[in-house]
């Protein structure tokens, strides 16, 4: 397994990114962007999971890269959250709900399995070699 040295390397944090990219497209459109609450929240959300994972792996050490992906997996539920209600809402369809919701499931998995790697793995960072 190759050694990832940057966290824009990272698959979950590439999706993450994407996912962010998306949202701030579905929440510019009308009506959605004169909701400026919801708007403004479901974007610093979206920016939160792909920024704890960076702030994490820059962290250069196991325990505290574990805490930051658990934040980044607490924020994939919030997002999960607000999505709902955007979709309750009228401002995102059935098929973009529903695809959004797979991708951000799909990282709040992929999040907890590299939660587990991380607890054990015998290397525990780089700031402890």
């Known amino acids: 397994m ?9 698959e979950v944090w590439k999706l993450t990114f994407e996912i962010a990219n998306d949202v701030y497209d579905l929440s510019s459109r009308e009506p959605f962007s004169r909701d400026f609450a919801l708007r403004d929240q479901i974007r610093r959300c979206a920016i939160s999971v792909f920024s ?16 930051f992906l658990a934040i980044a997996k607490g924020s994939c539920g919030e997002l999960r959250a607000q999505m709902l209600f955007a979709h309750r809402r009228g401002y995102i369809t059935e098929e973009e709900i529903n695809g959004l919701l797979d991708r951000v ?25």
């Open 2 to 10: 190759a050694r990832i040295e940057r966290f824009e390397d990272l």
């Open 52 to 67: 704890n994972i960076a702030e994490g792996f820059e962290r250069d050490g196991n325990k505290e890269f574990i805490n």
């Open 105 to 129: 499931k799909q990282v709040s998995n992929q999040v907890s399995g590299f939660q587990r790697y991380l607890r054990n793995n015998e290397f525990r960072g780089r700031k402890f070699v």
